[in-house]
T-cell receptor, first 115, second 113 residues
Framework: AQTVTQSQPEMSVQEAETVTLSCTYD???????LFWYKQPPSRQMILVIR????KQQNATENRFSVNFQKAAKSFSLKISDSQLGDTAMYFC????????????WGAGTKLIIKP | KAGVTQTPRYLIKTRGQQVTLSCSPI?????VSWYQQTPGQGLQFLFE???????NKGNFPGRFSGRQFSNSRSEMNVSTLELGDSALYLC????????????FGPGTRLLVL
């Protein structure tokens, strides 16, 4: 069975700093997808970034980028120039390709951006 | 394009009652998934529907059921409510399946007393 581990329950950084959230996963699959979702205090879950395991290039979305290390089964999220609006719970999630259509979630990291 | 909507947003029930939650996906999306979020268990997959058929189900008891209508709207039903069913229930939609990006609704907060 697949598992997703987020080892940092909570992190706090100053506005404009760069922060990296860690995520490791365990799977025997070769083809899968990895996601970072953000859940602000308003509770709406929002997709931050998505990575296909077959792609060697790390995904990037504006200030958000990932460091995908397939061999190490690591999928960290880097937020550059952090903003107050980045304050949220961040969840890492895994999904097998051609699978049974479910996301496996990490426990989440609470990120606080301080002014 | 309107996002995923869920109704009601908040609900209070007592043990033993049943509840029905509704989810309207983004227009054109045919896949709807349901997740339960609790502080203790985190996010857990309940089930996914596509074209009115349940394609996959998570490890929840039979008290949790769902259905999808021809317009892709979905409902989730929980019968014989237990205190442990108190949670945020999230619905997500995607074009054709969970392999595609899922877009989440705001959730329904259920409190069982």
């Amino acid at each position: 069975a697949q598992t997703v581990t987020q080892s940092q329950p909570e992190m706090s950084v100053q506005e404009a700093e760069t922060v990296t959230l860690s995520c490791t996963y365990d799977t025997s699959e070769s083809n899968y997808y990895l996601f970072w979702y953000k859940q602000p205090p308003s509770r709406q879950m929002i997709l931050v970034i998505r990575q296909e395991a077959y792609k060697q290039q790390n995904a990037t979305e504006n200030r958000f980028s990932v460091n995908f290390q397939k061999a190490a089964k690591s999928f960290s999220l880097k937020i550059s120039d952090s903003q107050l609006g980045d304050t949220a719970m961040y969840f890492c999630a895994f999904m097998k390709q051609y699978s049974n259509y479910q996301l496996i979630w990490g426990a989440g990291t609470k990120l606080i951006i301080k002014p | 394009k309107a996002g995923v909507t869920q109704t009601p947003r908040y609900l209070i029930k007592t043990r033993g009652q049943q509840v029905t939650l509704s989810c309207s996906p983004i227009s054109g999306h045919r896949s709807v998934s349901w997740y339960q979020q609790t502080p203790g268990q985190g996010l857990q997959f309940l089930f996914e529907y596509f074209s009115e058929t349940q394609r996959n189900k998570g490890n929840f008891p039979g008290r949790f059921s769902g259905r999808q209508f021809s317009n892709s709207r979905s409902e989730m039903n929980v019968s014989t409510l237990e205190l442990g069913d108190s949670a945020l229930y999230l619905c997500a939609s995607s074009l054709a399946g969970i392999q595609e990006t899922q877009y989440f609704g705001p959730g329904t907060r259920l409190l069982v007393l």
